[in-house]
Structures are given as C-alpha cells and as structure tokens.
C-alpha cells in the first residue's frame, strides 16, 4: 500500500470512529429542545443546564466525587501491592497478582450483584461510600497492572547501588524508585477515574436510585424521551477523557503501558 492510499484509508477510519461524535455534538447544540442533526439554531443552553440544573447536577457532582475518591482508594491498594510483588518476589506472587485483577476480569454483573448481596449483608446499601469502595475493588485492576509494568521498568541494579550507599528501603522508595514510577501512577489513577465516571452497573446495583450518578441519570432520563442534555453529557464525557488520556499521553510512558517491549526486552 502506497502512501497516498494509506492516508485515504487512514483518512476514513478517523471519519468513520469520528462521526458518532460530531453528530452528538451537532445535536447537543441545538436550539429547540430535539434530537435534529444538523442542528436547528446553535445554543449552548443544555451545557447550561446540565451544570446549573440540579436535577443534573446533582449527578454530575455525585459522579465526580465517587471518582476521585475511588480511583484514590484502587492506587492505594495496588501501589503497596505492586511494590511488595515487585520488591520480593515471594512464591505466591502471582496468586496474589491474579487476585487483584480478578474483580476486573468477571462480568461486570456478576461482580456487582456480589457487592450488592455485600452491602445489603451489612446495612450500607444505597450509600456513597459503598459505592466509593466498590469501584475502587473493580477498578483496582488499572492501577496494579500500570504500576507492575512501571516496576518492572526499573533496572534493579540502581537499587542495589542505592542500597550499597546505606540507603534504607524507605529511602530508596522515595527517593529512587517512587520518581520512576510516578506517571504509572498517574495514569492508573486516571484510567480508574475516567471508567469510574461511565460506569453503570455497579453503580447501579450498589446505589440504586439512593446515589444517582451521571450513567444512571440517563437511564433514568430515558424514560421520559430524549432530550440534547443527553447528548452535552456525552460530549462532556469525550472531552473529559480525551484530556485525561491525552495528559496521559503527554507525560506518561505511553508506548510501554500499551505494551511495547523496551530495546532491553527486544534484545532478550
């Protein structure tokens, strides 16, 4: 394939992933209160709405704040056990490892209906704070595995030399191995909190209608038609991601939490 047919196919995979969308932008922009695309009269009176309204934001706040906190929860929880993992290699490392993605790897339903069966167990059904921890559980997969592959970047003989200059294991954590690993960390903590903020059934089967997050607002909204505030929270969701992904991207080893091989791995 040439390369002028390469950017013509390259060209059309954007416009194609692209289009839904622009067509969702269009529609969030209309001036009646319809689902036209293209827009009839441009208005930005449903962005309006969605962050003064507080039938939305209500949600919009109760989304933010179970994010924060959960995806704060899921990298304390992976940090220290991606570390132990890495530091001591012990034989059920990988017993251990395989716990924590487990929550990440069942379907979603079965995992939310073991929360729910939790919490009602134990009276905080319909609480934010069950929420809260049952995100941070579900998601806690992201971080461990951002961090493990950031461990696992780190050449142990800078440790060792560390070490030999009568550096403790604190010293050496802080000082040594917490720089080379920080954007691992920042990007587990945002890939939890940008899933943290779309996530329906979890939410949905721990909160109920008690905590209503954004996801399940439009759920809820759905029942009475479709309105262009559907469509200004789908854009704020795009926007929100795309920022977080691309500071990601900016900062972050990006190529290695894809899964590239360093130039060590493709030697060995």
Known sequence: MNRALRQIFLSLVMLFLLSPIVVVGGVSLNA????YFPPQGISLAWYVELFTESAWLVPVENSLVIAALSSLAAVSIALPLAYFL???GVFYARVLFMLGIAPFMLPPVITALGFLAFWATVGLYGQMAATVVSHAI???TLPLVTLSLGFESIDREIVEAAETMGADSKIVFRTVVFPMIRSY????LAFCFVLSLNEYIVAYMVAGFTVETLPIKIFNALRYGYTPVMAAVTIF???LAAL???????????PRLMGALTPESRNN
């Open 86 to 88: 890495w530091r001591y």
């Open 32 to 35: 009646k209160k319809a689902l």
């Open 185 to 188: 960390l920042v990007s587990g």
């Open 138 to 140: 579900f998601f806690v």
């Open 237 to 239: 969701f795009v926007v």
């Open 244 to 254: 977080i992904f691309g500071l990601i991207g900016r900062f972050g080893d990006l």
